[in-house]
């Protein structure tokens, strides 16, 4: 009997209050606010780990949503996404206490040297032994830019262009720097490191240069399993040449099957396999012991959900100010440059404020299931067949509650059906993902800069030199 | 009855093999190659609160000693701060481990965006309810420069001036973009944040521009607390500015004395006090239960420590290959954008290699004492009273044997003198260290960038415009 393929899953969440289902601060057994603690991370951690998720998935945004009537009050009042803490802080108290849950963190790279960046990674590697994962962003946000204190924001494409610099970086001090055998730890023959086995990396990109050796000695995955969530053409090229998860963006199965083939597609095109790219779609789920149970809780969540937060935090990915809408006016005015225009989208759908507000009753626009074990299991079992994905992003409402009842109320349907593990797998997060080993396969972009390719110096050239 | 001055005290740690005293992480006893391992921090912060640590000091070095022969050979050889990993990632697991312990660690602000690296350090003084400390450094190694794919660094004295503004900047993000009382909190009004009170900071700074609100909220300390350890005119003026506690390199008293007196003077000519600066010094320690033991062990470590490898690390500070030296050739040359030139040095001490070589006979160039509890506990306290210098760094040899022998040994009979605490002061990391509250005191600098300054914009301005 062969075994059935089995849903990945992830915790989403992010380094604040409200994340995607705004408003459910304000919910009594909601414990969002208590973000700053320690406390409140490592017991996630723990329960997520009970409950086998494959990662916990943390999002993060530089910059502020500025767009709705054209300041931050809401923001502020509602808590979203602003305040917003440092998602990589947390990282090694949660690994602490945990053993299997893998990391998937979201970083900007317009914000951070790639020198800096790669060590800092390489850190996390090393002590989650082997459990992390880079979801990279380039950013969107003007407000990101003006605080940065950059003269503004690379259009669209290019800030790809600079991605694929920035990586090819990254990729050469994590794979081409230290050999494998570079670490000897010989006590008795004073040989920490061979220094014949360490290189000094040499880049020259349009983008960045950099003259030195990778400062940390090689992790369990060396490069973290890639994370991207671009849809764009040029966003996909990006993720066929780099991603192993991509989350995409699912409102059905239709739009997620055509997604999910184009992306596998342009994998193949680069000499990579449909199965190298794990492809996610976020979900809220809201489940019950009866479907009464949970159509009640989806009730009494909607009193303390705001949508007008949800539709603030939409109107920041749009770049449209919503507010000067009425109702019913249909919506026709979008730019943005990083989103599809939303004019045709709104031309497709009819959109108006109200059915906007309507689809962000829970406070998010995420696609939802509620109902029982059986209904829930039905719903994401046929996300993975109908939009050929391997699974989910769990979005948070009442936290932790809503982990802690997907956990005790779906996971147990899903594993009788033998669609969800009954154990985590052996090695790091790349290895629990694609069984290939915890190093990027030889086919990926990213292998080619091991020892032998073209860019990197001989073992013989040790010395640094300008260019 | 009066109570004594109290010895402040740091462990003086890094997040690699080989820190001050190189060549130990082949002694049998040494645990130092766990480095990459949670359970080697997490048990020695168990460890330091244990023994009533004031703090841990974290060093960092963006870059590699490739002075000392021209190469790096050695330095992978013994491991000699290469490799080296993240500091700030090993917080968060031992903040969870430990309540009263602070956190002091090194980052170059040459390496970090500023706007970046103020949530960091905000997000991390959440995390640890207070704990956090920055060591401010500006770099000084041209190997870093060209990792980070920087044109060349600046000149001394610029690095300062860059250090100025990047601190104002920082300033104005932590202590002026939330005003006190700006997070309320309230579910039944449905305000996390009174808007009226999150302002966005404008700067516009001779190497910094930025224009945003803080993404985190008001930390307990807000600003954690500054280290630094220039030791230049500009860098004592740059100290009497911002700092709170000073690193000094002091290889006598009389020098420690000469230095601490010239810091504080400053600090008063800034409208600071004497006591607004706690002055540390770095020390080796070998204690044992009996004279003889003291130096059993000391002989034991080193024949194990290498020289050499001290003298390789000298030679990057000091920017001279002590390789091309005869043993008794004397040293004469000496070019050093940042630390005093060694001519000038040598001429005094008459340097050759073989006395440096001498110096380092421990592998490291620390002051030195050995003995037992009787003799370390006179030592400390003269270095207190004859140095007028506040507290140690103090390095470790054997890790964790020397940490616990320290504690063991010598803190209870520096408790019997009354010249150590025997029990953690409440509050955060300042308040231990200063006994005035978690935030900064209104004469530094600093709190110059509350609400109410010229700088900060008036709370009814709250759209981000473009300069």
């Known amino acids: 009997m062969t075994s059935k393929k089995k849903i990945l899953l992830n915790a989403f969440n992010m380094n604040c209050v409200g994340h995607i289902n705004h408003g459910l601060w304000t919910h009594p057994r909601d414990r969002s606010t208590e973000y700053a603690d320690l406390d409140y991370w490592t017991s996630l951690a723990k329960t997520l780990e009970r409950g086998l998720f494959d990662g916990i998935f943390l999002a993060d945004i530089v910059g502020v949503y500025d767009i709705y009537q054209g300041n931050v009050d809401l923001v502020l009042k509602e808590s979203i996404q602003l305040p917003v803490n440092d998602p990589l802080m947390l990282i090694s108290a949660m690994a602490s206490v945990t053993k299997n849950l893998g990391f998937g963190v979201t970083v900007n790279l317009s914000a951070e040297a790639p020198y800096i960046f790669a060590r800092r990674m390489s850190t996390l590697d090393h002590l989650t032994k082997g459990r992390m994962g880079w979801n990279i962003v380039t950013g969107y946000l003007d407000s990101a830019s003006r605080a940065l204190g950059l003269s503004g924001q690379d259009e669209h494409d290019k800030r790809y262009d600079r991605a694929d610099d920035y990586l090819d970086l990254c990729y050469k001090l994590w794979e081409g720097s230290w050999e494998d055998g570079a670490v000897i730890k010989d006590m008795a023959a004073r040989l920490y490191a061979d220094p014949a086995k360490v290189h000094a990396v040499h880049h020259r990109g349009p983008f960045y240069t950099s003259d030195g050796y990778h400062l940390a000695e090689p992790s369990k995955q060396r490069t973290p399993v890639l994370y991207q969530a671009g849809s764009s053409g040029r966003g ?11 989350f995409i963006t699912g409102s059905d199965k239709a739009t997620a099957r055509a997604t999910s083939r184009a992306l596998r597609q ?39 959900a705001s949508p007008e937060a949800g539709l603030a935090h939409f109107a920041a990915g749009m770049g449209i100010d919503f507010s000067k809408y009425d109702l019913d006016e249909p919506i026709t005015y979008g730019t943005s440059n990083s989103i599809q225009s939303i004019t045709q989208l709104a031309k497709q759908k009819g959109w108006t404020k109200r059915q906007l507000l309507g689809e962000v009753e829970i406070g998010g626009r995420y696609p939802r ?51 969800y593990k009954t154990s985590y797998d052996d090695g790091g997060l790349r290895n629990k993902l694609f069984s290939e080993g915890d190093r990027l396969p030889a086919r990926h972009h990213g292998a080619s800069f091991r020892i032998g390719a073209a860019d990197v110096p001989a073992a013989s050239e040790k010395r640094i030199t300008r260019a």
Chains 1, 2 share one sequence.
């Not at 090229?237 to 192993?244: G, K, L, Y």
Request: aromatic share 8%; hydrophobic share 40%; net charge negative.
């Open 236 to 246: 996909r090229e990006f993720a066929a040449r780099h991603a192993e998860c991509v």
């Open 266 to 304: 342009a994998a193949v095109d680069v000499g990579r396999r449909p199965e190298d790219i794990k492809i996610f779609i976020g979900i809220t789920v809201i489940p019950g012991k009866t479907r009464a149970e949970a159509e009640d809780k989806f009730e009494e969540y909607k009193r303390d």
């Open 369 to 419: 299931a509620v109902g029982d074990a059986n209904h829930i299991a039905d719903e994401l079992a046929s996300w993975i067949e109908e939009g050929e994905i391997d699974g989910f992003n769990l979005t948070r409402t009442v936290t932790p509650e809503s982990y802690e009842d997907f956990i005790d109320i779906v996971i147990p349907e899903l594993q009788d059906r033998g669609i």
